[in-house]
Every structure is written in structure tokens, then in C-alpha cells.
């Protein structure tokens, strides 16, 4: 009667094991769902694809072009803000596969491989749709950037200013290091780069700086100024600021910027962070733009997390244009008329006249200051004898018949009534009139200044005109006719006379 109560015990023991293997398979399968636990994969790890993503950001950065670096600086700031974003949220997992994660956090990857793919493609073939598809790709990584926040603790940086970092104004005037022997450098170093076969001469950079000589008429050249006259002009510091989330640490260190050699500690905002940046930290080519990175350390409790900023530094020298006029004017052509001769005669004791009247040739007028008389002949006889002294005739200008006209009067006039005589003249007249004449008038290759417009007058009875821009020595711009809108860091404009073309690099017109 004591084996009875064994079953019971048995199915309550079976029952419990049911119960813990349940609650196993459910807490396996939330933590498999949330990517908490995963079975070893064969592709790369979390790690390696951020690797990989920052390997192919810097390659694309090394490839960037002077139109790049301007005109795709906000597509390479997505790509490396929302790469260092998931850099930092999945540093404890570095070590897992990347085909594991769950679709919902594959998102913000698959955006950054596209916006990789969009730089690419608007590097290997650049124009106006392959930025405008590399902008909308950087959209679109910004909104990822955006829906990340918040979702954790980790730092992230949402947005940082400025994009361009200014020119030196303590190379304002382009000065140049004296040589050795105390002379001046040599002009090759001042001439701006050209390639022969396009007119106006501001062309895509030939390589080797060009041994022919410069464009005639060439005004400008970098002014040189020795040691003792250097600027004394400090360049004020580049302030930066950055916006995100958990940026600082509460009692903990300030986040730091690191540019080059400078190092600087955060003064510390709501959501900001700011920077004072000596303006030398940055570097700087004295024609062409360049990208600098800042490393922005941010340290929270025992982690530290880096994210890198990147800024298009603005060269010294902005860049040059030419301008080309064609000029429609006239030039005057001049002729000598000579008229046929005209013959007078009067029988004895009578003086006649003859008025003859001529129009100029079609297309030419009469120079009225430049016209004379001339008496051929005068001939006069008595009783058949000839004597020229028996001629009193003359040759002279009578009031035309019509404008424009030249007439004269011939007149056979005895001395004496028994005299017959007979005159011949003719008269020569200078013909002239307007020819057209189109002329090319070439500006050569100017400098621009940051400082300084540049004012290229508009000439007279000017048809047409064809401006090139040549800015930071790689982007090259043509434009007929028009004033030119959108171009980065340069404003062209005609003065309120149309009489003046102005242009003034200024950093601060930012594409």
C-alpha cells in the first residue's frame, strides 16, 4: 500500500523539467531575436565591416578632387559621422558576426555602403546628377544618424560647424620666401599654370609649370615682401562647435579636440561642445583646398570614444579668370577721288560756265576739309593765236544741290572782247567712310584676391564676351556672356552702369 504516491511525485518531477526546458527555448529565442546570442558565423565581425567601412571612407577621401572637396565635404561628413556612431555603440560586440545582427540594425550599414557607392560613383564620373545623388545618399544617412540617437547612451555627434575653415589673412598678400642670393624668385614660380589651344589661358593644371612666357599685358603678380616687411596681421581663431548627445561626462574630464599637433579641452554646453582652434593648426596649401580631421576624444566613465571631423581648409590664393571681349567698332577708310575733267569754252568776248554736280560712290561720303580745285588748263586765243594770258577762267566749289554732294564750277573768261578761250578742271576729294571692324580684346590671366575685387572694365560697343574662372587651381569654369551665380567662395556681379565686371573671392559664399 506504500507504492501508491510514486506516480504522483513522477508526474510533478516531469512536469517542473517541462516547465524549466520551456522557459530555456523562450529565453533563448528573446535573446537570438534582440542579437544577444548567436552561433558563430564564417563572415566578417561587427569590427572587421566598420574596418572596412573607414578603410573605403579614407580611400574615397585620399581620391577627392578640389570640386570634391568642396562639393561632396557633407557627403564625406555623413559617411564618417554615422560610421563613428556605430563604431561606438557596437564596440563590446566588435567580435561578433555581422550576419547575425538583426535586420532592424543592418539598416544604418546598408546606408553607409551606399553612400560610399555614391561618392564613387560622383568621383569616377563627376557632374551636377551624381553630386545631387551623393547629397540625397547623405540625406538619407543623416536620418539614420538622427533615429540612432537617443536609443542608448553612447555619445554621438549629430552635427559640427563650420564646414570651411578660412583663408590666412597673414598671407594676404602672397608673399614669397627670398632666395638665397637675396633676389627675387624667379617668374616662372609666379605664373599661374596654363595649357596651350584655350583661350583666356585659365585651363586644368598641365603638370609642369609652363616655360613659355606670360600672356602679354598680365597686370598682377604676387606682390614680395621681405623679412622686415612680413604681416603683422594675426589670423583669429576658427571657432568650432559640435552638437549631439551625450557628448560630456558629467564630473568626469571635458571631451577633447585633437587637430594636428593642438590638443584642446572642451568648453562644455547642453548638447555642444566648443572649441577655440588656433588658425596654424590647421593645414594649409597655398593654392589648392585641403581636408583636415580633428579627432574628438569623449570619454564616459572607463570608455573613450573617437570621432573624426573633417573640414575643407581654404587655400591662400583663391584662384584667377580671364576675360575675353569681342568688340564691334569702325574703323575709318579713306580714298582719294579724283573727278573727271571738265571742259568750259566761250566764244569771243563771252564768258561761260559750266557747274557739274557728283554724288560719292555708294557707301562713302565726301571729307569736306580734305577737297581742292585744279585748273588743268586754261587756253585762250586771238584771231587764232593762241595766248593763254587772253584766259581769265577759273575752277571753284559752288553751293551742292544736294547733301552730301561736291560741286564746282568751271568758268572760261576772256580779258578781252576779242579773246576765245576754254578752261579744264577737275577737282580731288578725299572719300572716307566706316568700316566694321570686330576685335578680340583678351584680359590676360588675372589674380584673384581674397581682399581685394578685381574690376575688369566692360568695354565700349562690347557684343559678347566669354569669362574663365579658375578657382583654388582645379576648378575651371567657363561662362558667355553671363554673369556667373553658385560659384563656391566667388561673387560676380556688374556694377549698376554695366559698366564694370566685379569679382570678389570671399570664403564666406559657401556652396
Not at 616662372?188 to 583661350?199: F, I, N, S, T, Y
Not at 580731288?428 to 568700316?435: G, H, P
Not at 568695354?459 to 560659384?487: C, H, N, T
Request: hydrophobic share 40%; glycine share 8%; charged share 25%.
Amino acid at each position: 500500500m506504500t507504492a501508491g504516491p510514486k506516480p504522483t511525485e513522477d508526474r510533478k518531477r516531469l512536469r517542473t523539467i517541462g516547465v524549466v526546458v520551456l522557459l530555456l527555448c523562450v529565453a533563448a529565442a528573446l535573446f537570438v531575436a534582440f542579437g544577444r546570442a548567436e552561433a558563430p558565423g564564417t563572415s566578417a565581425t561587427i569590427g572587421e565591416k566598420l574596418a572596412i567601412l573607414k578603410a573605403e571612407r579614407a580611400s574615397l577621401q585620399a581620391r577627392a578632387d578640389g570640386e570634391a572637396r568642396i562639393g561632396l565635404l557633407q557627403a564625406f561628413r555623413a559617411a564618417s559621422l554615422l560610421t563613428d556612431a556605430l563604431a561606438a555603440r557596437y564596440e563590446p560586440d566588435a567580435e561578433r558576426a555581422f550576419d547575425r545582427l538583426h535586420a532592424g540594425r543592418l539598416q544604418p550599414f546598408a546606408e553607409i555602403d551606399r553612400l560610399n557607392v555614391a561618392i564613387k560613383d560622383a568621383l569616377d564620373r563627376p557632374g551636377d546628377g551624381a553630386r545631387r545623388a551623393a547629397r540625397r545618399a547623405a540625406e538619407q544617412a543623416t536620418t539614420q544618424l538622427e533615429r540612432i540617437a537617443g536609443l542608448d547612451d553612447a555619445p554621438l555627434v549629430l552635427a559640427y560647424t563650420p564646414r570651411f575653415v578660412p583663408p590666412r589673412r597673414a598671407t594676404g598678400e602672397l608673399t614669397l620666401t627670398p632666395g638665397a642670393s637675396g633676389a627675387a624668385p624667379p617668374e616662372v614660380a609666379l605664373r599661374l599654370d596654363m595649357q596651350p589651344g584655350v583661350a583666356g589661358g585659365v585651363t586644368a593644371p598641365s603638370g609642369a609649370p609652363s616655360s613659355a612666357a606670360p600672356p602679354s599685358g598680365m597686370p598682377t603678380v604676387p606682390r614680395y615682401a621681405p623679412d622686415f616687411a612680413a604681416s603683422g596681421e594675426d589670423d583669429p581663431a576658427v571657432q568650432i562647435e559640435v552638437a549631439g548627445v551625450f557628448l560630456s561626462s558629467g564630473g568626469g574630464p571635458p571631451p577633447v579636440l585633437a587637430i594636428g599637433t593642438w590638443r584642446g579641452d572642451a568648453a562644455v554646453a547642453p548638447e555642444r561642445l566648443r572649441f577655440s582652434v588656433p588658425r596654424s593648426a590647421f593645414a594649409n596649401d597655398a593654392a589648392r583646398t585641403t581636408f583636415a580631421s580633428g579627432s574628438l576624444i569623449v570619454r564616459r566613465g572607463s570608455r573613450t570614444t573617437t570621432f573624426q571631423l573633417l573640414f575643407t581648409v581654404l587655400p591662400d590664393r583663391p584662384g584667377s579668370f580671364a576675360l575675353d571681349q569681342r568688340v564691334h567698332t569702325t574703323e575709318l577708310e579713306s580714298n582719294t577721288l579724283v573727278s573727271p575733267e571738265i571742259l568750259s569754252r566761250a566764244p569771243p568776248g563771252e564768258t561761260r560756265t559750266v557747274r557739274r554736280c557728283f554724288d560719292p560712290p555708294q557707301g562713302w561720303r565726301f571729307d569736306k576739309e580734305r577737297r581742292r580745285v585744279v585748273i588743268v588748263e586754261r587756253l585762250g586765243w586771238i584771231d587764232d593765236i593762241a595766248d593763254p594770258t587772253m584766259n581769265a577762267g577759273l575752277v571753284e566749289f559752288v553751293p551742292e544741290e544736294d547733301p552730301g554732294q561736291i560741286c564746282i564750277a568751271v568758268l572760261a573768261r576772256p580779258v578781252t572782247k576779242a579773246a576765245r578761250t576754254a578752261t579744264i578742271g577737275r577737282f580731288e576729294a578725299t572719300l572716307v567712310r566706316d568700316r566694321p571692324v570686330d576685335q578680340v580684346l583678351k584680359s590676360g590671366v588675372r589674380a584673384l584676391d581674397w581682399r581685394e575685387p578685381a574690376r575688369m572694365p566692360i568695354e565700349p560697343g562690347m557684343v559678347e564676351w566669354k569669362l574663365y574662372v579658375r578657382l583654388f587651381d582645379e576648378i575651371v569654369r567657363e561662362f558667355d556672356q553671363a554673369v556667373p551665380s553658385g560659384l563656391p567662395f566667388l561673387r560676380v556681379e556688374l556694377d549698376a552702369g554695366g559698366k564694370l565686371l566685379i569679382l570678389q573671392a570671399d570664403p564666406t559664399v559657401e556652396p
